[in-house]
């Protein structure tokens, strides 16, 4: 997979990929989101996806279902601890509700993460 990044004016950076763009902004002035922010997203509702998936393929509801993510920084500012809460509605079977944790274990996000790439930075001329 290949990525465009670029610089759209101001403090925007864009990502390009596929037919998607992915806006951001530092400080998030032009409505757009940091960086950061886009990446601390991709935690939460990559759970999501996996938590819809074991619910559409059991055949349950998904109205009243909210994943509540909860940052926890250290006195520097680094994330240290984030904490994924998937709120059910009463009507939720309890059968499922340890099975739907396991789910949203299974992101992809969470397991890079834990087993993070290396990373190369070079410079090319164009």
Same mark, same amino acid.
């Given at each position: 997979m290949e990525m465009m990044i670029d610089f759209s004016g101001g403090s925007r950076v864009d990502a390009h990929f596929g037919d998607f763009t992915v806006a951001t902004d530092q400080p998030p002035v032009a409505g757009a989101?940091?960086?950061?922010?886009?990446?601390l997203s991709s935690?939460?509702?990559?759970?999501?996806?996996?938590?819809?998936?074991?619910?559409?393929?059991?055949g349950l509801p998904t109205d009243g279902i909210r994943i509540?993510?909860?940052?926890?920084?250290?006195?520097?500012g680094m994330v240290e601890k984030i904490d994924l809460e998937i709120q059910v509605p009463a009507s939720f079977p309890? #059968?499922?509700?340890?099975?739907?944790?396991?789910?949203? =274990?299974?992101? /992809?996000? #969470?397991?890079?993460?834990?087993?993070?790439?290396?990373? =190369?930075?070079? /410079?090319?001329?164009?």
């Open positions: 989101p940091t960086p950061f922010a886009v990446f935690i939460g509702t990559c759970a999501g996806i996996y938590v819809l998936g074991f619910c559409q393929q059991r509540v993510q909860r940052i926890h920084s250290n006195y520097s309890e #059968k499922y509700r340890d099975s739907l944790i396991r789910s949203a =274990e299974l992101c /992809t996000v #969470k397991k890079h993460l834990e087993n993070p790439p290396k990373f =190369e930075v070079t /410079t090319k001329v164009a």
